[in-house]
C-alpha cells in the first residue's frame, strides 16, 4: 500500500496533482482543501496517500494532513458514500466544519456541497456522530503537516500505534522539533 508519496510537484490541474518521486510520476486526486495549499510546480511537496484498487483502476488519493486523510477514510465506511463524493466534501468543508456540523448535527450545512442532498446529509450525521470531534478536528489556526511531522506520524505508525494516537501525540510536540527528537517526545508522551 502506498501511504506517503515525497517528490516534485510536476503538475496541478483541479483536482488531480502530478508528483514526480525519483523519475515515477503518481496521479493523485486531492481535496481542494490540500490543493490550494499545496506548493508552486517543480518544489517538492509530500502528501499522505490512501490508496483504493478496483476491479477496473488503481487511484491515489493524497492529503496534506493526517487529520484531513482519517476523515477521507471515515466518510469512505459509509454506505453511499465513494472517493468522489468524499473529497467533494473535503473540497466544500474543512475539517473542523464538517465536525463541527456532525456535532451540532446541521444537516443544512453538508447540503451545501455540491452532490450532498438531504438524504445523504442526514445519513452522513448519523454516522459521523462520535467518529468525528477533537482526535480529529484541526485546532484553530492549524495549517499543513510539515515534512518532519509527517515524518513523525509514519514512524509512529510503523512502531504500532493508530494513526489517532499518532495524531494526538504529535499536538504535544513543539512545532518546530527535529524527527529524531520529535520520535523520541512523542513516544514519552505516548508511554
Known sequence: MIGRLTGTL??????R?????????????VPMSTFYHLPGLGER???????????DAQLLYGFLT???????????KISGIGPRTALAILSGLSVADLAAAVTRQEGGRLQKVPGIGKKTAERL????????GPDLALPAGATAVSDSQA?????LMALGYGEKDAAAALKKLPPDVGVSEGIKLALKALG
Not at 20 to 27: A, F, L, R, S
Open 125 to 132: 450525521l448519523l454516522e459521523l456522530k462520535g467518529k468525528l
Open 17 to 29: 496533482v502530478l508528483i514526480d518521486v525519483g523519475g515515477v510520476g503518481y496521479e493523485v486526486d
Open 66 to 76: 493526517a487529520e484531513e486523510r482519517a476523515t477521507f477514510r471515515e466518510l469512505l
Open 10 to 15: 510536476a503538475e496541478k490541474t483541479p483536482p
Open 45 to 55: 511537496a509530500t502528501l499522505l496517500t490512501h490508496f483504493v484498487v478496483r476491479e
Open 151 to 155: 515524518d513523525i506520524v509514519q514512524a
